[in-house]
């Protein structure tokens, strides 16, 4: 059985922001899964990983590794192991709340803040159940939006003490911001570093949908859309998620579905937008072929056309 999870892990970034989130999900039932996992990003990659079966919060970048000392590492091991007990806790309540005594059921926790160039800081923390959203913080009006009948009491409670309010308004508007400053410090060279994506337009046969498909990117910031004859076409077009490659670069892909009638009769073209240099890539040439498996090395014609960034 699958679990749905609310979170996308991924969120693309305009140029000159860097942020900070933590991911944690805890689930109960029966489900090759651990019980509990947290996971660290900064400008969308993984530093940061725990989860119940290893009991330990483990470095996944080499910035990080080479950064802070077994102390970092023993003291979030702890706060980890609070967490899962807290989760379990939670699970349960809301097992409870929801009249469910059996099945998977997980319950979800997101939190973090973002710093731009020029100062300007957002910190967010919301939860979820069973992929759908609970409750979130409200950090300019220090209140909490239940978005279930399940969650006004959890509103209420939260609200009457304050304790949970001005906990996170103080960690999200400064340790948050703290600790992301000095995560860029120490990845500076990793966070700021600029890799153009390699794009490919894939299709299994002359009848399938057509994939553009864009890999080894960084940072994030990266949009995909499609034109029809040099308009924006928006009908048909399913974006996916943001994807993260081994090497801490990013994937994502983009599929339309259009008749080869269609096709062949109009332009199409599928335009990636780049926030590192302001600048479009187009691509127009299908690589067809009816293997299931479809190669990403199958590169395509490119054109790039730089032009000024228009602010709104």
């Known amino acids: 059985m699958s679990i749905g999870l609310k979170f996308s892990l991924f969120v693309s970034l305009s140029t000159g922001t860097h942020s900070l989130r933590y991911f944690y999900t805890g689930v109960s039932g029966d489900i090759d899964f651990p019980e509990f996992t947290a996971v660290g990003l900064v400008d969308d990659g993984q530093f940061y990983y725990f989860d119940s079966n290893t009991m330990k919060a483990e470095p996944k970048t080499e910035w990080i590794r080479q950064n802070v000392g077994e102390d970092y590492w023993n003291r979030n091991t702890q706060n980890c192991i609070g967490s899962h007990q807290t989760f379990k806790v939670g699970v349960q309540t809301l097992k409870e709340r929801f009249n469910q005594s059996a099945g998977v059921h997980s319950w979800q926790h997101m939190y973090g803040c973002e710093l731009d160039d020029d100062g300007t800081k957002r910190g967010y923390a919301q939860f979820g159940y069973d992929g759908e959203d609970f409750i979130s913080f409200d950090n300019s009006y220090l209140s909490w939006t239940a978005a279930s009948p399940q969650a006004v009491l959890t509103k209420h409670k939260w609200e009457a003490t304050g304790a949970q309010t001005n906990l996170y308004k103080a960690y999200l508007e400064n340790t948050c911001i703290e600790w992301l400053q000095k995560y860029v410090r120490y990845g500076k ?67 339309i579905r259009v008749t080869p009638e269609e096709w062949n009769n109009n332009k199409f073209s599928c335009v990636l937008y780049l926030v590192t240099c302001h600048c479009q890539i187009h691509s127009t040439f299908i690589k067809t072929t009816n293997l299931l498996i479809i190669p990403q090395t199958f590169l395509l014609t490119l054109f790039i056309s730089c032009f000024s960034l228009v602010t709104k």
Do not use: M, Y
């Open 189 to 255: 060279d990793t966070l700021e570093r600029k890799v153009s994506p390699q794009v490919s337009l894939l299709q299994k046969s002359s009848s399938s949908s057509v994939k553009c498909h864009a890999t080894g990117f960084f940072p994030s910031g990266v949009t995909i859309s499609w034109q029809k004859n040099g308009q924006e076409h928006h009908e048909d077009v399913d974006l996916g998620e943001l994807l993260p490659n081994e090497d801490g670069t990013f994937q994502r892909t983009s599929t």
